[in-house]
């Protein structure tokens, strides 16, 4: 059985089921909210150590003014409900991507890294404003500019991801079958699980049956 350290997650499909369910796409960012609590808890039930949610893009600036600022007050109002919890629950967060929202929100990101950045049960990296390709130019830049030789171990370290081992396991719901700028150097070795469903119908069950199948799966990194 393979061991499970790390899930990334597209959570893709919100507001399509926003817009069938409830005649609008924001009604699905919110339900969208409640599948992440569940999965998070699904995720300590399975002891995985890492948790990596794709959360806004560096594309999905393009979006409608409107529903750009419904997803930051949800984010804001989730951060100030929920940190607590999370600390409670002995939960790490850690915001990759580039930290250029409101004023308000920065510093609520910033409070909420520092808030639980000794917590050991689970870290959440959330990708917000994240970008792969922007993440890449930005650690050869930073290659570059310290003279240092170009290999995985210096790339790496420059990366938003450092210190975190690269995914076992890419779940992407909303039935589409796509990076979208997601993890570019990380996933190279990960497993992929394409599911139809939209994010807020992704059930426990659901995901325990990718994980299961995941289990089973033989890896063969290049070998036989
Ligand atoms: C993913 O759901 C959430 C974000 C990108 C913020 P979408 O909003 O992309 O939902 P669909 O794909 O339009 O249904
Ligand atoms: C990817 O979903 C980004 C997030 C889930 C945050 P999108 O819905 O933005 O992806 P595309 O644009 O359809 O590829
Ligand atoms: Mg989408």
């Known amino acids: 059985m393979n061991p499970l350290n790390h899930v990334a ?15 609008a796409r924001n009604a699905g960012h919110k339900a969208g909210l409640n599948t992440v609590e569940k999965i998070i808890k699904v995720t300590i039930k399975n002891n995985i150590k890492f948790l990596t949610l794709y959360a806004f893009s560096t594309e999905n600036w393009k979006r409608p003014k409107k529903e750009i600022k419904f997803l930051f007050n949800l984010l804001e109002d989730f951060l100030i409900n929920k940190i607590e919890d999370l600390n ?19 510093s609520l990101l910033k409070e909420s ?7 050991k049960r689970l870290q959440i990296n959330l990708a917000l404003n994240y970008g792969s390709k922007v993440e890449l130019i930005d650690a050869f830049k930073e290659i570059k500019k310290n003279k240092e030789i170009i290999n995985e171990k210096n790339l790496s370290k420059y990366l ?10 890419l779940i992407r719901t909303g039935n ?4 979208s700028n997601f993890l570019l150097w990380q996933l190279a070795y990960s497993e992929i699980f394409f599911e139809k469903k939209l994010w807020p119908d992704f059930s426990e069950k659901d995901y325990n049956k990718i994980i299961n199948k995941y ?10």
Do not use: A, V, Y
Not at 14 to 23: A, E, I, T
Not at 176 to 179: A, F, G, P, S
């Open 215 to 224: 289990k089973n799966i033989k890896r063969n990194f290049g070998n036989i």
């Open 160 to 169: 938003q991801t450092k210190n975190i081992p690269d995914p076992d396991l």
């Open 176 to 179: 589409t079958k796509r990076l």
């Open 9 to 23: 997650i597209i959570m893709d499909g919100n507001g399509r089921w926003g817009l069938k369910n409830k005649n």
């Open 88 to 106: 409670k629950q002995k939960i790490k967060l850690k915001i990759i991507g580039k930290k250029n929202f409101s004023s308000k929100l920065n």
């Open 113 to 119: 890294e520092k808030k639980t950045i000794k917590n």
